[in-house]
């Protein structure tokens, strides 16, 4: 199939049915004939034609109809969107970092890099945007789903009225998968009760493998095939990023196999280069020593890289960094011997994520087809991230609940760091520095370290130009529209009879083979939880009301005497404030954003935080609703954490009616969260016990003396919550049968989350394991029967 370069061309080849395009067809019967005409591919699904009248009884006497088939047009590419995840301005080679991408450099040589383009400095809000082409609020994603609220524009909910691009795709004969991180569906309709509207199968996907929330243990990951639970090998080498980009490369050989002519839309979200960083250790080996000069000098030499490589205008900057974050040559020898560590398993993720996005990537080289395949490769949902605080963390639970790790006692994992025993994330210094050369990180839109990524698009059929740079503004919301303009396909204006919001995004073919060509994105607003800002024909203004580490925001909404003004025609990096100067145009700016932000929903605004962690405080729906007790059995498991009870910061009962086999019992009963964090009620070697596991800091083992007999037994847990805040400890006691067999203080106990991944699980421990005697996966799975399980709250 040759391709057609130029967008007329591809648009004039679109094609419909397949009696329009494939050569004679049978004749029809005079009262049913009728010839191919074009089909309106506006309305999705492209009807059908009408059924022709026949009245002859005998079928051998009748010619059939032509075959209606939806076809792509014609030469219409394959389309691969790469979304890394968590990676900054500042870290690829191709955009002056110094971490080295093949991959990204080899797609840059042989296409364009695009060094204007933005995300919305967040996980799910960049997401929804990118695979629809709306601005984030449009879509219900002013923040991420774990924190959705009951106000529109947050609710968590994509609306059918915002058709996806891959539904798009696939309704005009696209075969469509995605692989990796998803984070868009609404947490409480992430459970086998569904609705299932928002999962992947039902939001334009033929194949989904990959997880739901916000980050995944690359070690031991929760996964889904398309709605089923993926159990995981028994393998200690195992790795997601591996086993994802097996996955993808088998469904993309399997679908050329059986249908060559028919384009492909790939969607490949890697969880990294998200906390936690999970790497195998010979690709942290490459990176020892490379990061003992620190943060300060890395935006050094990554600035003069950056402008070396034409990426980054001579005369730029580097934006002034927090002042929280501290000089290098501030730090204790301790500090930094931790910190560069943190800094080496970083970049080794970096690059491993990159080695795997190539191995996806040549499939396509290996069925023939990577010509006429179309590449973005995004560098980033967002910056860096800062969310590891001044020190960064052994565990990034801890971050969730409140806890601040010491330097002390990470120093002792630091030979385990990145490794299984670790759920890591790097001190703040490292965002500032990977997001060179600005000044802010991931969580604030109101900086391009915040929002701008860098993007490499690759297209050798259909782009002439090769191994240049476009400057032009960009945002995640273009790419839609520009798949669809490179496809020769209409942007609809019903989708599965509903009608459709138009995009926002302008398509950035205008760009491909024109570098002086005129920019057409000219305004966007950018906004999560109070941070804001608005691009406007060169001149960006905008408010930092909110830093990742800080509790709570510094100024009311209300407040606007912190607003600055940069004119980013000669200030790439936002390194001096205008509004003073011209108090008259910021104050146009400010005004402009509030027009855009009542346009597209984005009021009223929301800054608070952690407390959108409780359902009830925001009024986001919560399947349990006002449920003090939740009765399960055996075969119930991977229940999320916003789907199960709340057991945190209350009393609690946990009830267990169990059967023991003649060789006694072992295994999980009941348990949630994992190595990191959780509870779990089991049996080992017979003996019932109950565990509390305090982030992977603290563990509270409350045992019986006794093995059980077989037969049927009840097995009770009761914490009594000392009360008084979140987070306290009370006394836990255990019973069997009735009878008190042991007790024991918990001293503190989880007031935020279990985990942002780990589960709730009836006769099994999926994930990492509460109990490490105990294990994970089938290892942890119970020996005898559980007829019901019991969980109350007070």
């Known amino acids: 199939m040759r391709f057609k370069t130029g967008l007329a061309a591809a648009a004039a080849c679109a094609l419909l049915v397949t009696a329009a395009c494939s ?31 026949v009245t002859e009884i005998d079928a051998r006497n009748v010619t059939p109809p032509p075959r209606f088939e939806v076809k792509a047009p014609e030469g219409a590419p394959n389309v691969v969107i790469v979304l890394v995840d968590d990676m900054g301005f500042g870290v690829p080679s191709a955009f002056g970092g110094p971490i080295p991408m093949p991959t990204l450099d080899g797609l840059a040589k042989n296409g364009l890099r695009y060094n204007n383009f933005h995300t919305t400095a967040l996980c799910s809000p960049t997401r929804a945007a990118l695979k629809s082409g709306r601005n984030h609020h449009t879509v219900n994603m002013g923040f991420i789903t774990e924190m959705a609220t009951a106000m529109p524009g947050s609710t968590g909910q994509i609306p059918n009225s915002t058709a996806p691009l891959a539904e798009m795709l696939r309704l005009n004969g696209y075969a469509t998968a995605a692989f990796g991180k998803w984070h868009e569906t609404a947490t409480w309709e992430a459970s086998i009760a569904g609705p299932s509207d928002r999962w992947p199968t039902r939001q334009g996907f033929d194949k989904f493998y990959g997880f739901f929330g916000g980050e995944t243990n690359q070690w031991a990951p929760l996964l889904y095939d398309g709605t089923a639970l993926v159990e995981l090998p028994d393998d200690p ?38 906390a936690p960083h999970h790497v195998p250790p010979e690709w942290i080996a490459r990176w020892k020593g490379k990061f003992d000069k620190g943060w300060d000098a890395l935006r050094e030499e990554s600035l003069a890289r950056q402008i070396a490589l034409g990426v980054v205008p001579p005369g730029t900057k580097l934006a002034p960094k927090p002042p929280a974050i501290k000089d290098w040559a501030a730090l204790s020898a301790d500090e930094q011997r931790l910190f560069a560590r943190q800094a080496e398993v970083f970049a080794a993720f970096c690059e491993f994520t990159d080695h795997e996005i190539g191995r996806m990537l040549q499939a396509f080289d290996e069925v023939g087809q990577a010509d006429n395949t179309l590449v973005f490769y995004i560098a980033g949902d967002n910056g860096t991230s800062g969310e590891g605080g001044m020190t960064g963390m052994f565990s990034e639970m801890t971050y969730f609940n409140g806890v601040e790790e010491k330097v002390e006692d990470m120093l002792k994992l630091i030979d385990k760091w990145g490794g299984p025993e670790t759920y890591p994330h790097m001190a703040a210094g490292w965002a500032v520095a ?14 391009f370290g915040g929002t701008r990524n860098g993007m490499v698009v690759s297209w050798p059929k259909g782009i002439k130009a090769k191994n240049e740079i476009r400057s032009q503004f960009g945002h995640v919301i273009d790419v839609a529209p520009t798949i669809l303009a490179a496809a020769g396909l209409p942007e609809p204006k019903t989708v599965n009879g509903v009608p459709q919001i138009p995009m926002a995004g302008t398509s950035l073919a205008y760009s491909f083979d024109d570098a002086a060509a005129k920019e057409r994105h000219t305004t966007q607003y950018f906004e999560v939880a109070g941070n804001r800002a608005i691009y406007h024909d060169g001149w960006y203004a905008r408010t930092i009301h909110k830093a990742p580490w800080e509790q709570q925001p510094r100024r009311t909404l209300q407040d606007n005497s912190a607003w600055q003004l940069y004119d980013v025609r000669s200030d790439f990096s936002l390194a001096t404030d205008l509004g003073a100067q011209n108090p008259t145009k910021l104050a146009e700016m400010q005004a402009l954003f509030l027009s855009e932000a009542a346009k597209y929903g984005v009021l009223p605004i929301d800054d608070r935080f952690f407390e959108r962690l409780d359902p009830k405080a925001v009024g986001r729906p919560d399947i349990m609703g006002g449920r003090t007790s939740l009765t399960l059995a055996e075969g119930m498991i991977g229940m999320a954490e916003g789907v199960f009870i709340n057991i945190k910061n209350r009393s609690k009962v946990i009830t267990a009616e169990i059967e023991v086999p003649a060789g006694g019992a072992n295994g999980t009963v009941i348990a949630q969260g994992g190595r990191f964090g959780g509870w779990s009620l089991y049996v080992k070697n017979g003996v019932p016990a109950y565990d509390y596991n305090f982030l992977g800091l603290q563990r509270t083992s409350i045992t019986s003396p006794r093995k059980l007999g077989p037969g049927k037994a009840e097995v009770r847990f009761q914490f009594d919550y000392d009360g008084g805040g ?49 294990g994970a996966e089938a290892r942890s799975r119970f020996t005898g029967r559980i007829p019901k399980v019991t969980v109350e709250v007070k």
């Open 23 to 53: 050569g004679p067809q049978p004749q029809a019967p005079a009262k049913s004939a009728a010839g191919p005409e074009a089909i309106d591919r506006t309305v999705l699904p492209i009807q059908e034609p009408a059924r022709p009248a």
């Open 237 to 274: 080498s195992y790795h997601f990023m591996t086993d994802m980009t097996e996955k993808a490369r088998t469904w993309i050989k399997h679908q050329k196999a059986l249908t060559p002519d028919k384009p492909s839309f790939v969607y490949f979200a890697p969880g990294a280069t998200h």
């Open 434 to 447: 990977f997001d060179s050369p600005f000044g802010w990180m991931k969580q604030v839109p109101s900086d």
């Open 726 to 774: 979140p987070g306290k400890g009370g006394l836990g006691t255990l019973f069997v049968n009735g009878q008190k067999v042991a007790e024991s203080r918990i001293p503190a106990t989880q007031p935020g989350i279990f985990s942002a991944d780990e589960t709730a699980d009836v006769g099994i421990d999926l994930g990492t394991p509460v109990v490490e005697a105990i």
